[in-house]
């Protein structure tokens, strides 16, 4: 399985790698990541394999976590990256692990991500809005064993 940075990287260059976060640029395509984010502002996110720190402006909305280098995100925006939260199982804190201040982490079963948010208040309020966003959108075991169960 490809690693959640390099899915996100292939979904925004259209490349579908077969794997089961991999996607193309359809995956956002219909959501008006521009108009009326549920969350958006700056962060500072880790590269995967470079691991040097860069400021992103971050936009979430149905959940799809977008990420630009610009503030300014209008109709003819191209995301830089785009994660499906219903892929991530962990919002948290990660101040520890990084010894950063305002530092958190996302995460699948393969990954973790970090970023770091510019005040604990903004820190925390990602953090919920991640948090609610794969409570919304994610589906677990047993919803999927219903929904084969109600198909039989």
Known sequence: MSSLWQSALNRVLGIDTGGSTATTGSEYDG??????????????KQGEYIKTWRRRWFVLKQGKLFWFKESIVNRSSKPRGVIPVSTCLTVKGAEDVLNRQFAFELSTRSDTMYFIADSEKEKEDWINSIGRSIVQHSRSVTDREIVDYDNR
């Open 31 to 44: 959501i008006e990541f521009w108009a009326e984010p549920e969350r958006a502002g700056w962060l500072t």
